[in-house]
């Protein structure tokens, strides 16, 4: 299953990643891809907004992964900086899959051959201004509506 959206915001993009977040489950696996300053941090706000997290989301760029308390739980990974089987292992990504949270990775390209099969792939590039957006989930048959 496909889906293409056009965002024309940061704010619109939360709105999707928000929409998103209605259809997801615990264990669910959202993989980003797209270029630096793309929007998935954006998108995975939303995200958050819709799993009941309060407070602000920020890019785990340093952190490597922030854990979010929600309804379920979200765990925000970058995986920028990730070179190998054994720095993904000291992220605890394979540990939070078991925890039954919902995982948003962004740089996912890094870590694309442990994704998950079932996982949601959102890709995100530029669109035709420099707010525009063009939006691409993939995967579960759960997208078959999305965005309708």
């Avoid at 799993?51 to 490597?64: D, E, H, Y």
Wanted: a negative charge; one cysteine or more.
């Amino acid at each position: 299953m496909k889906k293409t959206l056009v965002s024309h915001s940061a704010a619109q993009t939360e709105q999707i990643g928000e929409l998103l977040a209605a259809l997801l489950h615990r264990g669910d696996v959202v993989a980003f891809f797209g270029g630096l300053g793309a929007g998935k941090t954006a998108f995975v706000r939303g995200l958050a907004r819709g799993l009941g997290v309060a407070g602000s989301v920020s890019s785990p760029t340093f952190s490597i992964v922030n854990v979010y308390p929600g309804s379920p739980m979200l765990c925000h990974f970058d995986m920028y900086r990730i070179d190998g089987w054994d720095d993904l292992c000291t992220t605890g990504f394979f540990d939070y899959a078991e925890d039954d949270a919902v995982l948003a990775v962004e740089w996912s390209e890094n870590i694309e051959a442990v994704l998950p099969e079932h996982s949601i792939f959102v890709t995100i590039e530029p669109g035709e201004t420099q707010t525009q957006r063009i939006i691409t989930l993939e995967g579960d048959e759960r997208l078959e509506n999305f965005g309708d």
